[in-house]
């Protein structure tokens, strides 16, 4: 129902939707928590996408109404996370349980690199989607000078917020969706520590959406087209060059940023669970 829907508002195209609907078919059927985190980040950002459309539309090279994201954009956004997901289902079925590194290094880590995947997804959406509508001029991460919006490794403070904002939803999401579903332990002793997850995954949000900005500075080509009069992601004879190397499209640095955030993620809780 989801994927139809989404396909018929123009969120996915129809590869999009078709893999869409496996991904949430295996997180759903892994756990309903990790199928809470992946619904909130698909329907808050899909929302933001769709805000302010002609705006977009006149710095973005690449816009599409709606979005409109295929197969490789949703894979690039979720397999990791997937995978994960995925391993957790084979070692323990829908076994639930509160982080606790005592019990389970391997669980504590994987499910930490479950929520890392998606605060930096719904992070860097957020990040982008907000701060392109921002009054505010972007810098360059790496130089702090002003750029054209749409330049890739451009941030605002308005879009940097709006990162730890969107980390902060994917947490309420697991932590909120454990007590729907009665995790006793969110309602013992460890509740309190348990809480820690929100905070952190604001932090992660942040944290994947400064990634991602990196990469793109440096990895990720940029490049204003005297004829469109738009930043664009490839160079041409009529492209001016503003910042990085041709090595890596956007579902690339995705892919990379969504690695890193969920590395660093699975660290971080397996330190502090």
């Given at each position: 129902f989801i994927a139809i829907r989404a396909y018929r508002k123009k969120s996915l195209n129809l590869s999009g939707a078709v893999a869409g609907f496996v991904v949430m078919a295996i997180h759903l059927a892994a756990n309903l928590r990790y199928g809470a985190m992946l619904l909130a980040f698909f329907f808050t950002s899909s929302a933001l996408t769709k805000r302010g459309a002609e705006r977009k539309r006149?710095?973005?090279?690449?816009?599409?109404?709606?979005?409109?994201?295929?197969?490789?954009?949703?894979?690039?956004?979720?397999?990791?996370?997937?995978?994960?997901?995925?391993?957790?289902?084979?070692?323990?079925?829908?076994?639930?349980?509160?982080?606790?590194?005592?019990?389970?290094?391997?669980?504590?880590?994987?499910?930490?690199?479950?929520?890392?995947?998606?605060?930096?997804?719904?992070?860097?959406?957020?990040?982008?989607?907000?701060?392109?509508?921002?009054?505010?001029?972007?810098?360059?991460?790496?130089?702090?000078?002003?750029?054209?919006?749409?330049?890739?490794?451009?941030?605002?403070?308005?879009?940097?917020?709006?990162?730890?904002?969107?980390?902060?939803?994917?947490?309420?999401?697991?932590?909120?969706?454990?007590?729907?579903?009665?995790?006793?332990?969110l309602f013992g002793e460890a509740a309190l520590k348990q809480l820690l997850i929100i905070p952190l995954s604001s932090l992660m949000g942040l944290c994947g959406s400064l990634i991602d900005s990196l990469l793109g500075a440096t990895v990720q080509y940029s490049g204003y087209c005297q004829l469109r009069k738009k930043v664009v992601g490839k160079p041409a004879p009529t492209v001016k060059k503003i910042s990085g190397l041709d090595i890596l499209d956007n579902n690339g640095v995705n892919l990379a940023s969504i690695l890193l955030t969920t590395l660093l993620t699975s660290l971080i809780f397996l330190a502090l669970f």
């Amino acid at each position: 129902f989801i994927a139809i829907r989404a396909y018929r508002k123009k969120s996915l195209n129809l590869s999009g939707a078709v893999a869409g609907f496996v991904v949430m078919a295996i997180h759903l059927a892994a756990n309903l928590r990790y199928g809470a985190m992946l619904l909130a980040f698909f329907f808050t950002s899909s929302a933001l996408t769709k805000r302010g459309a002609e705006r977009k539309r006149e710095v973005d090279a690449e816009y599409k109404e709606g979005g409109q994201r295929n197969w490789i954009q949703v894979l690039s956004n979720s397999v990791i996370a997937t995978i994960l997901v995925a391993t957790i289902w084979s070692l323990r079925g829908w076994e639930d349980s509160c982080l606790d590194s005592n019990e389970s290094k391997l669980i504590t880590a994987l499910v930490g690199g479950i929520i890392g995947q998606y605060c930096c997804c719904n992070g860097d959406t957020w990040s982008s989607e907000l701060g392109v509508l921002s009054d505010e001029q972007p810098r360059m991460i790496t130089t702090f000078k002003v750029v054209r919006k749409g330049t890739n490794g451009a941030v605002t403070k308005t879009g940097l917020i709006a990162a730890a904002e969107a980390g902060a939803v994917i947490g309420l999401a697991y932590y909120l969706s454990g007590l729907l579903v009665g995790v006793e332990c969110l309602f013992g002793e460890a509740a309190l520590k348990q809480l820690l997850i929100i905070p952190l995954s604001s932090l992660m949000g942040l944290c994947g959406s400064l990634i991602d900005s990196l990469l793109g500075a440096t990895v990720q080509y940029s490049g204003y087209c005297q004829l469109r009069k738009k930043v664009v992601g490839k160079p041409a004879p009529t492209v001016k060059k503003i910042s990085g190397l041709d090595i890596l499209d956007n579902n690339g640095v995705n892919l990379a940023s969504i690695l890193l955030t969920t590395l660093l993620t699975s660290l971080i809780f397996l330190a502090l669970f």
